[in-house]
């Protein structure tokens, strides 16, 4: 009943729907009219005939026969009465099927469906909401943002314009405001001078115009963007955001900052003040072959291994863990340490000029970052792309034109000499495809691939990928930090690094004696206390009540702390 009622007042006090019932009443007044003119006849040509019956019985007679019921105890003996029979059947047909029908679905049941969607979409938030993250758009950034809020519990909308869209979108789990994106009065009901955050990643120039009607309403909330196009990045700033990122142009950094190449070490996945967390694919290191034990990392360099990626899996290090051609090593460290983990195990890679070291499959606008980036490092890199209008730019000499599928053309790119591939096409199910068949060809070669949503990460390493960048993580990992600079954002997939008070469950235990690690897999990689941050401390320290500890893990492993703290 709560919820009728308001459907109800939504319903009728809307002009259209005023309409529509004066034309469905005007209609249903119209055949009340018809049914009482063929009750008067009825009884009319039953008098010709010497029968009688009752004002009820003609009520009745004109119904069953209008409806084609036609029950057939009351029927005519004469020709006139049944040829009144015959157009009082064809009459009903006509009314009672045919046109009520389509009249009360157009102007009753239609409307009435539409007002349902509009009274479950909200139009505003409560006038006490504060401190939450409005989205204008759902896209496979926002969309692993949104699990991120969850996670924390912070509270967010996303504002369409659709109510289609909008119904679709709570069916899918997300809370939900109905509004036009660039009319002031939906950010002012919307509680934008109170929001923490606005997301706003759509095309540059919706952006643009959302950000300038954001600016209207307030002067101070901040607002982030992702830039589509290089030159849109001034426009955008201009129009008043705090924060604008080339996501896709950060995408192809990070894949190619992965690969094998001279003298490129450890590359930093995440920061927390002091503390670094890096990753280093072990391939062609000293490192190659050994435990933890034998490698002496800590000892040598002050760097902790905090664990390390085999397929998309994290193994917690101990130090009989056997370090693998496959294995990346995860690594917590200051600047510093990690400076002299890269100088004292990494080893530079001899190439030859003419060979080239990287193989980039898809040359747009991700493989043309990737590109570059290897450039400035001085690796050999060759580009397949299948469009002959891409790779006309600075790397044209360096483009092959054809199929990545097809195996002569992997072959005269140099699939045979290369000790990486990065895959940057722009669909999951290609890059699923060639990293699967680029593994059957080169089952000991790096492979980088490009992930658009973040449920393809674990097929692309089932297919043989040792490395995937999420576009999806890699955005909402970079925003979320905007929102709370405190926590740590993992550029990488399948790991988590959250803070938490000691509190006085593990108050008085050391890091050895606490169980966190025995019995959730989380390591813990920080602490602080009073102000300082211990990184990488001794596993004797003992833990205080007020103490931050850091740690790092799965989300399965996250899953199981929270269940048992």
């Known amino acids: 009943m709560k919820f ?15 309409r529509n019932v004066v034309v469905l009443s005007k209609f249903l007044a119209f055949l009340l009219s018809v049914i009482c003119l063929y009750s008067i006849l009825f009884h009319l040509l039953m008098a010709y005939e010497g029968q009688d019956f009752s004002w009820v019985t003609g009520v009745y007679w004109t119904l069953t026969v209008m409806s084609t019921l036609g029950f057939g105890d009351i029927t005519f003996n004469s020709d006139l009465g049944r040829v009144f029979s015959i157009f009082v059947l064809v009459s009903g047909v006509l009314f009672l099927l045919i046109i009520l029908p389509f009249t009360f679905i157009q102007f009753f049941y239609a409307p009435w469906l539409e007002a349902q969607e ?10 006490e909401t504060e401190g939450h993250v409005l989205i204008t758009s759902v896209d496979p950034i926002t969309t692993r943002l949104i699990d991120y809020l969850n996670r924390r519990q912070v509270p967010y909308a996303v504002i369409t314009g659709s109510q289609q ?39 540059d120039l919706i952006s643009t115009n959302i950000c ?15 830039a589509a196009n290089k030159h849109s990045i001034d426009i955008l700033e201009y129009s008043g955001n705090v924060s604008v990122y080339e996501f896709m142009t950060m995408l192809g950094v990070s894949l190619a900052r992965r690969a094998f190449g001279v003298g490129l070490g450890t590359t930093m996945i995440g920061r927390f003040g002091d503390l670094l967390i890096s990753e280093l694919p072990v391939r062609y290191t000293s490192l190659e072959g050994k435990s933890l034990a034998q490698a002496g990392i800590r000892q040598a360099t002050g760097v902790t291994a905090i664990g390390m990626m085999e397929k998309g899996k994290f193994i917690v290090a101990n130090p009989e863990t056997r370090i693998s051609a496959q294995t990346i090593l995860i690594l917590a460290g200051t600047s510093g340490q990690l400076k002299a983990f890269d100088e004292h195990f990494t080893v530079a890679i001899q190439q030859s000029p003419d060979i080239p070291q990287v193989l980039i499959l898809g040359g747009g606008r991700v493989g043309q970052v990737a590109a570059a980036t290897l450039d400035q490092y001085g690796i050999n890199f060759r580009i397949v792309e299948k469009r002959s209008n891409i790779g006309t730019g600075a790397y044209r000499e360096k483009t092959i034109c054809g199929d990545a599928a097809d195996l002569d053309t992997l072959r005269s790119a140099g699939i045979e000499q290369v000790k990486s591939v ?18 059957q060809l080169r089952p000991d070669m790096q492979i980088i691939s490009r992930s658009i949503l973040e449920r393809s990460v674990a097929k692309l390493h089932m297919a043989g990928a040792d490395q995937v960048m999420s576009y ?23 790991l988590v690094v959250l803070q938490r008070q000691a509190g006085t469950h593990y108050a008085g235990t050391s890091i050895m004696t ?52």
């Open 472 to 494: 999806a993580s890699l955005g909402a990992g970079i925003i979320f930090q905007l929102l709370q600079p405190n926590e740590i954002s993992l550029f990488t997939e399948g």
């Open 165 to 203: 869209h909008a119904a679709t979108l709570l069916d899918q789990g997300y809370r939900v405001i109905v509004g036009d994106l660039d009319r002031q009065e939906t950010y002012r009901q919307t509680q934008t001078d109170k929001a923490a955050l606005i997301v706003v990643t759509n095309d």
């Open 422 to 439: 990065i895959i940057t096409t722009h669909s999951d199910d290609m890059n699923i495809y060639l990293t699967f068949y680029c593994r």
């Open 118 to 127: 509009k009274a479950r979409t909200p139009r505003q938030l409560p006038n």
């Open 514 to 565: 606490c169980g966190i690690r025995e019995k959730t897999g989380l390591s813990i990689i920080a602490i602080r206390q009073h102000d300082h941050l211990h990184i990488s401390p001794d596993p004797e320290t003992m833990i205080e009540e007020e103490d931050e500890l850091i740690f790092i893990g799965t989300p399965d492993q996250e899953k199981l702390f929270e269940e048992l703290s």
């Open 212 to 226: 300038f009607t954001i600016r209207q309403v307030s002067e101070d909330v901040p607002i982030v963007t992702n």
């Open 4 to 18: 009728v009622v308001p459907q109800l007042m939504f319903f009728f006090q809307d002009k259209t729907t005023k």
